[in-house]
T-cell receptor, first 109, second 115 residues
Framework: KNEVEQSPQNLTAQEGEFITINCSYSVGISALHWLQQHPGGGIVSLFMLSSGKKKHGRLIATINIQEKHSSLHITASHPRDSAVYICAGTQGGSEKLVFGKGMKLTVNP | DTAVSQTPKYLVTQMGNDKSIKCEQNLGHDTMYWYKQDSKKFLKIMFSYNNKELIINETVPNRFSPKSPDKAHLNLHINSLELGDSAVYFC??????????????FGPGTRLTVL
């Protein structure tokens, strides 16, 4: 079992919809990263959080440490949000990121 | 202005060859990483260096040898390439040790195809 699990694996939405991408992780993960990989292949870090909530533009990331769960929300989705969203956990006490398998989001106009 | 750059972007080569991928970051970061993304798009860490010192060495075949001539550069040399080495290799950097607790900045990736 992977230490970081994402659901769903694929999601198709209509422009303007509110989207939630989920990530659950196992004991030993002490921080969560959300990454975005566009069809061209480049990877961009969206958030790193170890508690609470962070917001950047239309993106909101939350983490619930007790439930070992994080969510990435996209408000007013747009076709340019189409990408693979990857959740990655920091193994406590190390440099190491452990990655989820990613979720492919397609936002249709 | 590129923060983390990799060369080449594409690399096609025959089995058994030796090849290198170069990575440079101009962000002044102390820590650099190599990640491998397989055909199923699954990312996995290979190596991490902090100030030219090896910090993480995941169970990677010893045909893979990272080299950090200075803290701005982390190159990946691969000997005796095998079909299974075909993947996209990403370099990344972060501001300091405990990079797992810092935002990481990724290079554009190098798509390696072994024929």
């Amino acid at each position: 079992k992977n230490e970081v699990e994402q659901s769903p694996q694929n999601l198709t939405a209509q422009e303007g919809e509110f989207i939630t991408i989920n990530c659950s992780y196992s004991v030993g993960i002490s921080a969560l990263h959300w990454l975005q990989q566009h069809p061209g292949g480049g990877i961009v870090s969206l958030f790193m959080l170890s508690s609470g909530k962070k917001k950047h533009g239309r993106l909101i990331a939350t983490i619930n440490i007790q439930e070992k769960h994080s969510s990435l929300h996209i408000t007013a989705s747009h076709p340019r949000d189409s990408a693979v969203y990857i959740c990655a956990g920091t193994q406590g006490g190390s440099e190491k990121l452990v990655f989820g398998k990613g979720m492919k989001l397609t936002v249709n106009p | 202005d590129t923060a983390v750059s990799q060369t080449p972007k594409y690399l096609v080569t025959q089995m058994g060859n030796d090849k290198s991928i170069k990575c440079e970051q101009n962000l002044g970061h102390d820590t650099m990483y190599w990640y491998k993304q397989d055909s199923k798009k699954f990312l996995k860490i290979m190596f991490s260096y902090n100030n030219k010192e090896l910090i993480i060495n995941e169970t990677v075949p010893n045909r893979f040898s990272p080299k950090s001539p200075d803290k701005a550069h982390l190159n990946l040399h691969i000997n005796s390439l095998e079909l299974g080495d075909s993947a996209v290799y990403f370099c990344a950097s972060s501001p300091r040790l405990a990079g797992g607790y810092n935002e990481q900045f990724f290079g554009p990736g190098t798509r390696l195809t072994v024929l």
